[in-house]
Structures are given as C-alpha cells and as structure tokens.
C-alpha cells in the first residue's frame, strides 16, 4: 500500500465528510443559514479545509448535483457511433440508480428543502437539456432549435429527475418506454 493511495483516501474521505456534515446542515438549518464555520464544526475539519475543497458554499452545496449532470454530459458525447442518445441515456439511468448512496438520498433532501439550490440545479439542468437536444436534433437531422428535440430533452429531463428517485428496473423500463414512444411520434429529417 502507497503513501499516495493512503493520501487520496484520506482526502475522499474528508471531502465525504464535509458534503455529508453541509447537506445535513442545509436540510436541518437551511443553506442561508448555514455557514462555513458551521459545516467545519460538523466535519471535524477546519474552516480552511473546507474551503480547500469547496471554494463556496453554492459549489458545496451542488457538487454532488453537478457530478450528477457532468456523468450524465459525458455518457452523452462519449457514446459510440451506434449508440442512440436514448440507448446512452437508459445505460447512464441503469448505472446511476444501481450506484445510488445515501449521500445522494441526502442531496435530493437538502435541494427539496432548499428552494434556491433547487433553482441554481434546474438552470444547470437546463444546460444539459440544451446539450440533449442539440445532439438529439443531429441524431434525428433536425435543426438544432427545432421543438421537437428541444421538447424531448425537456420531456428526458424530468422522467431522469423521476426515475432517479427510485430504484426498480420496472420503472426504467416504464420511463424508457414513454420516452422512446414519444420520441417516435416526432417528425425527423429536413422536412421537420
């Protein structure tokens, strides 16, 4: 065993720590109230380390949600050639779910209970949702404003803040279905 594999974990765990000590705060407390000092105390670290792994407390607060989307970023650009935009975001959706802790069961609470970071991660969200429905609209050849993809992202979106809820494969199926049956009901090509 390495002194530097000893050393990285020790740093996850003391980032764990910290994302753990603030998402408690921010669901018991509320984000506003809840300081710097106060995720220190909880984490058992210094003020300084917290904010040596979070240089704010939004980028706190949303790291786990901005893991999330950037997952789900990359399993979109990164899917091979014949892989559809709904094959990749059904593979993403599958792992996510059979990979969820309770520290994500804690985020979800702490942005329920937070209506501002719920705010900051739906214009996050809605990032992505552009992404989706370029790439969507490529897929399909689709002009990338068109409603269509831009409706379908929008529609992905909320069926992966649902599904990620739960955690039955019937579900996914179920979400994966509505999904890839709406989908067949728009028009693709140039002449959309």
Known sequence: MTS???RERSKARRREAILRA????FADHGFEATTIADIATAAEVSPRTVTLYFPSKLELALAEFDAFTGRLDTALR???????ILDATEHWLREEVAHRSDLDDLADRML???????????VRMA?????GAR????????APDDFGPRMAAAAAAAVISEVCHRSSDADIDTAMAFLRAGLATLPTGPAA
Request: hydrophobic letters at 35%; proline letters at 5%; glycine letters at 10%.
């Open 4 to 6: 530097e594999g000893l």
């Open 22 to 25: 603030a998402y408690e705060l």
């Open 78 to 84: 990164e899917r091979g050639p014949d892989v559809t």
């Open 112 to 122: 329920d209970l937070n209506p501002q970071l719920r705010a900051v991660a739906g």
């Open 127 to 131: 990032e992505i949702i552009q992404d």
């Open 135 to 142: 790439i969507l609209a490529e897929e399909q050849g689709n």
